[in-house]
């Protein structure tokens, strides 16, 4: 509803009342109803830049394609290098989104990405999300779920940092795990952090390149 | 962060509002920005002045309402504004905040995180105060 109110210096006043944050969740619902029209379970993936996104995902993707129709979207602001490295792990579809210098993906991105995906046979989607812990906290894709994957070469405090991220993610990877002791990194401090911003929330250390801890993240997502 | 695509958005939208009352130069713009969106009010003017210079507007004032954060504990129902040390950005207190009631740490976030397009003033040349 706009309304007009005069001025006598030659101008109106106008109310806009544009919400840009409720367009942004409106097009996070939109995916969220796009996702169970077309009965696709689907993940956000999140971390810094190597954290263990691609190799978390190639890991999940292994041991589900035998009974799900699995498709991966990877989002990354250049190369297909991704992508690549998922691809023959026996996903349906992998597709590569590069954001062109946006630093996170949002709802728009995936939704229009969706439309490459095949009709049907999909009921698992992984989206990998650019690597950085601060900007895609900010914009929902609409996902069931958000994994937030943390490595040890990080540091310890990797949570108190990104208070955003860890508010908005629903299950928290604990990567790299084998060299916490190598970079003298106290693995237990992130997960005290946790508990006391986000109690109960499931944690879940890996090796993602041995893949020990892969089957008890897909537990956590009710993955089987 | 994200300012320019911000400021993008903004000018979008009140260049379509300004189309739709006559096309004039907007001479001003009230935002209402939550603090703990992070965003640095700066650039966010600096871009959209750039854009609205861009399109017809120059010199255009922008007005950022800051919003403050809002919590709600989820212990004991009690909401409030979200109050921090003076010179720490309320994103980075979020961690350690506690509930001024029961002390829980448990708080969901009801508030601070608006970016709206609140009001524009357009210029009428030509035209009578009722913008006919």
């Given at each position: 509803m706009r309304l007009f109110e005069t001025t006598d210096t030659g101008s109106v006043e106008i109310e806009i009342g544009e919400d840009l944050q409720a367009r942004l969740e409106e097009l996070a619902e939109r995916n969220r109803q796009l996702f169970a029209e077309r009965g696709i379970r689907a993940f956000d993936i999140t971390g810094s830049v190597g954290a263990g996104k691609t190799s978390l995902i190639a890991g999940m993707v292994e041991r589900l394609s035998g009974k799900h129709g699995v498709a991966v979207i990877a989002g990354d602001v250049a190369t297909t290098h991704d992508a690549e490295r998922v691809a023959g792990k026996g996903a349906r579809k992998v597709l590569q989104i590069n954001t062109g210098g946006m630093c996170h993906l949002d709802a728009s991105l995936v939704a229009r990405a969706l439309g490459q995906l095949p009709e049907s046979?999909?009921?698992?989607?992984?989206?990998?999300?650019?690597?950085?812990?601060?900007?895609?906290?900010?914009?929902?894709?609409?996902?069931?779920?958000?994994?937030?994957?943390?490595?040890?070469?990080?540091?310890?405090?990797?949570?108190?940092?990104?208070?955003?991220?860890?508010?908005?993610?629903?299950v928290v990877v604990l990567n790299k795990m084998d060299i916490a002791e190598a970079v003298n990194v106290d693995m237990e401090q992130p997960v005290a952090d946790l508990e006391k911003v986000r109690p109960g929330i499931p944690v879940v250390k890996t090796n993602c390149r041995t893949g020990e801890g892969v089957d008890d993240v897909l537990l956590a997502l009710e993955l089987g | 962060m994200h300012e320019y695509s911000i400021a993008l958005e903004v000018w979008g939208s009140v260049a379509a509002a300004?189309?739709?009352?006559?096309?004039?130069?907007?001479?001003?713009?009230?935002?209402?920005?939550?603090?703990?969106?992070?965003?640095?009010?700066?650039?966010?003017?600096?871009?959209?002045?750039?854009?609205?210079?861009?399109?017809?507007s120059p010199g255009v004032e922008l007005e950022i309402v800051q919003v403050p954060g809002r919590v709600k504990c989820r212990g004991c129902g009690a909401e409030g504004e979200l109050r921090v040390p003076q010179g720490t950005l309320p994103y980075f207190a979020m961690g350690?905040?506690?509930?001024?009631?029961?002390?829980?740490?448990?708080?969901?976030?009801?508030?601070?995180?608006?970016l709206k397009v609140v009001t524009a003033e357009i210029e009428t040349e030509g035209r009578n105060g009722r913008g006919e």
């Open positions: 046979g999909i009921d698992v989607l992984f989206i990998e999300n650019v690597g950085n812990l601060i900007c895609p906290s900010f914009f929902s894709l609409g996902a069931e779920k958000r994994i937030a994957v943390v490595s040890a070469s990080e540091g310890s405090h990797v949570i108190e940092k990104h208070p955003a991220m860890f508010e908005s993610a629903d | 300004a189309r739709e009352h006559g096309g004039g130069r907007v001479r001003s713009i009230r935002l209402e920005v939550g603090v703990l969106n992070l965003i640095e009010d700066e650039q966010l003017s600096f871009w959209v002045v750039a854009l609205a210079e861009r399109d017809g350690a905040v506690r509930c001024a009631e029961c002390g829980s740490g448990e708080v969901d976030v009801v508030g601070g995180r608006d």
